[in-house]
């Protein structure tokens, strides 16, 4: 506890961090699956420090190394990386601090590990855990696949003696058992906490003009805030980017058809500026540890509820109020039933990917609770309604819509089993279009035979036929949608049939309203005028200080940290030193400038 409290400010443990670390310093191995922001690192850095030697960390990814080692150093730890970034001279420094027993931690990249001389070296220092985080990606069918992953079980053979730990956040219980085999971690004791994230607000609409519902999304909610939207298609990211920067929002591109360089400098003004949203395809975000991400928007339907969940839990790693919003339409799940079928992979694989998508449009079409479906999903209990997410703040309401589906089904029958929703929908609702003049279809039964609805309630009710799997869409001609086996019993009138009444968010914000800062609004709404101009203050004195030592601000303090000393008001170090996240370094670094800034705005 001493350590804890001495190094990261926290008083108690979370969850089963405590049971971790006394597994680990007992010399067992362990399987860590615990929600973003939950705490794993702690379960490996607290016995890297409290056991002689030092702690190996496996980590994906370059920009998450340096993010983690700056915020350990600055936290008074002794951490290092070994990566791509540095010169041949100062990896040969990192590995003399590593012999001669100056490092607790080091931090190196899957690729780096497997390297001769890295094994080398690893045999000639005193290792006290191998930490494998971002475990999930040694699944060769999840959504984060690493091939230099699936070498790291030379760890187990090279070193049997040292405990090994492989941390996720995202695994349902495939890509569980996946992890133990490919790891050889079926000795080790798992510990699998509650997916539940309840400050992060989920939220689904229907698509109907994104590019102005995220606009309107932004301007209500989220003006000023840092956030990332994410794209399926790298050149749909750069046409979002350049529009967001039209409209006036600090967006900048990021995918793996842009250089290096360009990549490096987008992350970095990304995690080191407040405010800037980052347009992405899934290339981006994985293992970014910036904790005070508002929201996370999709514009284009994920292929999987764990690269969804995964996506989602980038925002409001401080525990503060977060959105996740996804705009989702038809188009959506065609275009990603058409790449499954289009994809190399073999027919095990690709079976797989389609029931990974049908639980994610599943997620979309509930009417009941999506926290509940999205953590069913992972084998995660939440029995009650979570009244943070759209479904339990605007309760869904659902109509019968047999002799609809009847006239949709019918439709697609007359017309050949050929055509996509838009000219079905013409049909049915009577215009007598070139293309509906073309092929005759002003002259059968189902002609016009659909004017109760309006074209956006026909494109519903197409999208929730395909996606309760009433409709197949032909993959390997032109989309068109056809019969299936469970479209016999709705023509016989057998099976009925319940739509869900979409809510499309309003595309203009409403007239009066002003952009509002969600931070502010919602983590600030009780505080007075003074209060909020010492969370200024105090913002500006963190930004001042990362700027002098080159780290992103929240690695001085998180934003959790300075709402906890606007509410306390402290006037002494003793009274600091309690806050959550002051550690002793940071308290002997920071504190008195802190309590002059505090004393300045105490009444």
Known sequence: MGVLRRYFGYEHFRGFQREVIEHVLGGGDALVIMPTGGGKSLCFQIPSLLRPGVGVVISPLIALMQDQVGA????????????????GWEVMQVVNEAQSGALDLLYMAPERILLDSSLDLLSRIPVVLFAIDEAHCVSQWGHDFRPHYLGLNVLAERFPNVPRLALTATADPPTRS??????????????????????????????????????????QEHRGDSGIVYCLSRARVDEMARWMVAQGFPALPYHAGLDNETRRRHQERFIFENGTIMVATVAFGMGIDKPDVRFVAHLDLPKSLEA????????????????????????????????????????????????????????????????RVLLGYFGDNHPHSCNNCDTCLTPVTTWDGLVVAQKALSCVFRTGQRFGAVHLIDVLTGKANEKVLKFGHDKISTFGIGKELTTNEWRSV??????????????EGHGGLRLCEASRPVLRGEQPVFFRTDVILPKKARKGSKPANTERARSL????????????????MRLELAKEQNVPPYVIFHDATLHEIVAAMPTTLDELGRIHGVGTRKLKNHGERVLQIVSAYRS
């Open 308 to 371: 969804y969940y995964q996506e989602t839990g980038r925002a409001g790693r401080d525990g503060l109020h977060a959105d996740a919003f996804l705009t989702y339409g038809l188009e959506d799940v065609v275009l990603l039933r058409q790449l499954i079928e289009g994809s190399q992979a073999e027919e095990r694989i690709k079976k797989i990917e389609h029931r990974k998508l049908e639980s994610m449009i599943g997620f979309c079409e509930t009417s009941h609770c999506r926290r």
């Open 72 to 87: 350990l150093r600055q936290n008074g730890i002794r951490a290092a990386f070994i990566n791509s970034s540095l010169s």
């Open 525 to 540: 709404a009780s505080h007075t005028s003074q209060q909020e101009g010492l969370w200024e203050a105090l913002r500006s």
């Open 178 to 219: 996946e992890i133990i085999a490919r790891l050889k971690l079926e000795g080790a004791r798992q510990f699998i906490a509650g997916f539940d994230r309840p400050n992060i607000r989920y939220r689904v609409t229907i698509k109907d003009n994104p590019k102005k519902q995220l606009q309107t999304f932004l301007e």
């Open 462 to 475: 197409f999208r929730q036929l395909v996606a309760g799997n009433y409709l197949e869409v032909d993959l």
